[in-house]
């Protein structure tokens, strides 16, 4: 079945250094590709989707690009800042027929930026 | 839009009692999902129903988890004879369609004592 690998549990970093947070996936069919975002006592809500046609999607700094050769879709920030601390979570959702729709997440990256 | 709206936000029970979660997705999306967060396993899949029909359970613990959309405009959780390790957040979503964003409630935290 589909899966997602976030091999990080944890990432600690100083304001200002580049982010990156990996994310491989495991799919039979042509998935989209996501990460969404869970601040502190709120709900998870999408920061980036895949695009089919292989533009890089970009919001609030961060962008990740979906290599197929590799299955990975690693999700990026050049300055990280104080306010993107937060839970990190990548996901898939594959056309696979009967079960089209449904998202698989992996277990999440906890962001920690620091001054 | 009041987004998707869970209730309650919190609840209690005592080991072998049942509990009912509610979800109000938002309206016109056809799919919805239920999921549960711990820290240890993160984002568990439960369930999913695209236009009212259950498509895959898959995640469901099948004993003592059922779920219902009766119509469009909710549904429900119910754990049977909680116990302890069910304690969690349980995160209702939907979504326009395939592929689209998943828009998240605000979660039930579920503690089972």
């Known amino acids: 079945g589909d899966s997602v690998t976030q091999t990080e549990g944890l990432v600690t970093l100083t304001e200002g250094l580049p982010v990156m947070l990996n994310c491989t996936y495991q799919s039979t069919y042509s998935p989209f590709l996501f990460w969404y975002v869970q601040h502190l006592n709120e709900a998870p809500k999408l920061l980036l989707k895949?695009?089919?046609?292989?533009k890089r999607p970009e919001h609030q700094g961060f962008h990740a690009t979906l290599h197929k050769s590799s299955s990975s879709f690693h999700l990026q920030k050049s300055s990280a800042q104080l306010s993107d601390s937060a839970l990190y979570y990548c996901a898939l959702s594959a056309n696979t027929g009967a079960n089209t729709g449904k998202l698989t997440f992996g277990h999440g990256t906890i962001l920690r930026v620091h001054p | 839009n009041a987004g998707v709206i869970q209730t309650p936000r919190h609840k209690v029970t005592g080991k072998g009692q049942e509990a009912t979660l509610w979800c109000e997705p938002i309206s016109g999306h056809s799919a919805v999902f239920w999921y549960r967060q711990t820290i240890v396993q993160g984002l568990e899949f439960l369930t999913y129903?695209?236009?009212?029909?259950?498509?895959?359970d898959s995640g469901m613990p099948k004993e003592r988890f059922s779920a219902q959309m009766p119509n469009q405009s909710h549904s429900t959780l119910k754990i049977q004879s909680t116990q302890p390790q069910d304690s969690a957040v349980y995160l209702c979503a939907s979504s326009f369609s395939w592929g689209e964003t998943l828009y998240f409630g605000s979660g039930t935290r579920l503690t089972v004592l």
């Open positions: 895949s695009f089919t046609d292989n």
């Open positions: 129903f695209r236009n009212q029909a259950p498509i895959d």
